[in-house]
């Protein structure tokens, strides 16, 4: 988990980098200072399982097995990225690993998460579909409605919302007047609690309790992950809303330096290891970069292309649809 981690955040340093250097273009939200959040929750799921995330996802996507080197062209806006360069930073998707996105609709992942764990309900299939948001998406209609259907209809899916106490620039306590996160979730007869969303070895305990119960038929459950990030909401934020003092505070809890100490004073960790690991990913991230660089734009005349499924309906399909409606063209 340290390297995952570690991965997520020499990623992202690169995506601020390229960034500056007009390589990256659009909007780019980093993840920086919540990495344990989607180290934890990732390690308790199966592969076959489905993760769908907000506009903040590139650790999400990486931690789910999508490639460095897929992950950044796709931020070039390029033709060898996982979406074709047709999604960008917010976009990021990859049907292989059932990573259903990279959302920029705040609570728009919500829903489709629903209809993914009702899919499997229909299907007898006993996987578990996770759902990440920001607190800010709980003043959102869309969370209502999805939470409500998701415990009425007992659907399997895990509601991770990471609680950084700001949604762009709004705190908290100033837009919402319950700021128990899992309080507010427990309102729909859902399993719900808070967790250390900076201590990754607490996210995963509570994700891999959750995941378990899900997996059993215990109806939704809700962790409401305690974090913060320590970078700005995005690269066009002055951040005049909160006070140095307090990320300063909160930078004392890094995650990777919280995990890599405690290694290091229980003789897990020796110091050449973590050199090796340093190395390792630096390589990693250096191999994505020179990937990107190598790619590709789309031609033009291709840019409409996948708007529309290419895949011929099944007869299935067709069946089901009404006279002289032909498959999802
Ligand atoms: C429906 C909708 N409203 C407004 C926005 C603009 N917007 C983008 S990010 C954001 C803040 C969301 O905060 P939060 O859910 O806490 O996630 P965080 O950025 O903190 O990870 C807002 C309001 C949007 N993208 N979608
Ligand atoms: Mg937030």
Redesign the pocket.
Known sequence: MLRQMVRVRRLEEQCVELYSAAKIRGFL?V?IG?EAVAAGVMSALRADDAVVA???EHGHALLRGVSASAIMAEMYGHAEGCCRGRGGSMHLFDAATRFYGGN?????GLPLAVGLALADRMSGRDRVTVCF??????A?G?FHESLNLAALWGLPVLFCC???????G?A?DRSESQTDMALKASAYEVSAWAVDGMDVLAVEEAARRAVDAVRAGGGPHFLELRTY?FRA??MFDPELYREKAEVERWMERDPIALLRTALEASGELAADQWDALEREVGAEMAAAVEFAEGGTLEPVEKLTRFVYSEREPTARESGDRAPGVRGSR
């Open positions: 939200h993840y919540e907000t506009y903040r920029a609709i705040v609570a728009g948001f920001g607190e800010g998406a709980m959102e869309e990471e609680n950084n106490l700001y949604a762009m709004t908290l990030r909401h995005s």
